[in-house]
């Protein structure tokens, strides 16, 4: 889990008035919260929705988790009341709640990792640290409604995020003095040369050299002297990105998220939401794809 300090100032001020406030609360198996606002006081009822946005944070001022800067709210559903006897302190918490409520639960990061992550404490972690969530009650809504409510808020996210991706890409272009042109989808690209050859079309087949990087660090995480594929399957910012040049053309396509790998990215490659550059060559153009010999066929 990555670590980093507190700048968010909405938490800075629940922090400050969580110092002076003495409003404890306690769950049917004893687990104490504090109320730092109180909300309407409607809890949530057995198979509602109650939507909240958090910050994990340990004893030591270092963030764990932060649904403010992921842009997504959590949601959590309340089980029949059957399940209330088995339940750990803090889903007996979110029972409590109500929309408006603003709330600390702290606990020793052996608690935590025995109840809520449900396995053992990683090497290095501090054993003697609390750790303490900081919670702010959205809303509570039927599943129905939640659904729709999800929908609308990943539309929120997407936009925010494709702002954030061309403003970062703007930075680093300035800053790196480079010169490039964007298309209307968002891609940025740099022509390195440009023959006027016959360019492929989406249903044919693509023969590259490439090699691709994060922007944020500029570490390579793939390369290749040549590789052959069809060009409708890859992301489309390649789409776009190859579809300007011609055999023997080259050129830096700098890919935005939205147009690369995503909010999910490419597990144990691409992290989620990362911003690409890749240097490409196109070497051929096909008619199709032979899968046996992995190659382009002309």
């Known amino acids: 889990m990555k670590m980093m300090k507190i700048t968010n100032v909405l938490i800075g001020l629940l922090l400050l008035c969580a110092a002076c406030n003495n409003s404890e609360k306690k769950t049917p198996n004893g687990f104490t919260f504090n109320i730092i606002k109180a909300g309407d006081g409607v809890v949530p009822k057995p198979q509602e929705i109650l939507v909240f946005n958090f910050t994990l944070r340990d004893s030591k001022d270092s963030v764990w988790a932060d ?3 992921e ?4 949601p959590i559903q309340i089980a029949d009341s059957a399940a209330q ?3 750990n302190g803090m889903l007996q918490m979110f ?5 408006g409520d603003s709330v600390r639960a702290t606990m020793p990061i052996g608690k935590f990792f025995r109840e809520i992550v449900r396995g053992a404490v990683p090497p290095g972690v501090d054993t003697t640290m609390d750790i303490s969530y900081f919670i702010q009650v959205n809303e509570v809504m039927s599943l129905e409604k939640f659904q729709a409510y999800q929908v609308e808020m990943e539309k929120k996210k997407q936009a925010s995020q494709k702002i954030k991706d061309q403003e970062t890409i703007k930075k680093y272009l300035t800053d790196n003095n480079v010169v ?11 022509l390195h040369s440009n023959k006027g050859g016959i360019k492929p079309t989406s249903t044919q087949c693509v023969e590259v050299k490439y090699a691709g990087k994060f922007m944020a660090d500029g570490l390579i995480f793939d390369q290749s002297e040549k590789i052959s594929y069809p060009l409708a399957q890859f992301v489309k910012g390649w789409q776009l ?9 080259s050129a830096t396509f700098y890919i935005p998220s939205d147009l690369g790998y995503g909010p999910r990215g490419y597990p144990g490659a691409i992290p989620p939401n990362a911003i690409l550059i890749f240097d490409v060559e196109l070497l051929g153009i096909g008619t199709s794809y032979d899968q046996a010999t992995q190659s382009c066929i002309k």
């Open 85 to 87: 006897t088995t339940e």
């Open 71 to 74: 842009g997504m709210p959590a």
């Open 95 to 99: 029972r409590m709640l109500s929309k």
């Open 241 to 249: 990105g190859i579809a300007l040049l011609g055999i023997g053309d």
């Open 180 to 190: 490039a042109q964007v298309d209307t989808s968002g891609l940025h690209y740099v």
């Open 67 to 69: 649904s403010y800067k």
